[in-house]
């Protein structure tokens, strides 16, 4: 029986699988449990590519939108925010803006 495969995209700066290390934008084939599994660093190719679930990146974004668009992100999401702006361009008053709204209780 042949697994399903699934034609992904790297959404993250950096991917690793089957031993293999790959970059933002690389394209490969995955078996789909590795897509289920990695849903937040992989995008189907078709899809087209973003940073994490569907997020802008945030280096298109100036810090104020940064903080807007936080405002209505879950936990899981300001995380992956947090982590493609610190691998990019690394700004401390967007870093700021979204590590208020992670530390904010679930309410």
Known sequence: MTENTVTVRVDRAQFRHDGEQY???DVLEVPQRTFDRHQFSLRRAEDGGSDGDGLPDPGDLT???IESLAEDLDA???IILREVETEGKNRSTALDAINEHIDEPEG
């Open 23 to 25: 970059e933002r934008g």
């Open 63 to 65: 810090v104020d939108e």
């Open 76 to 78: 899981n999401d300001l």
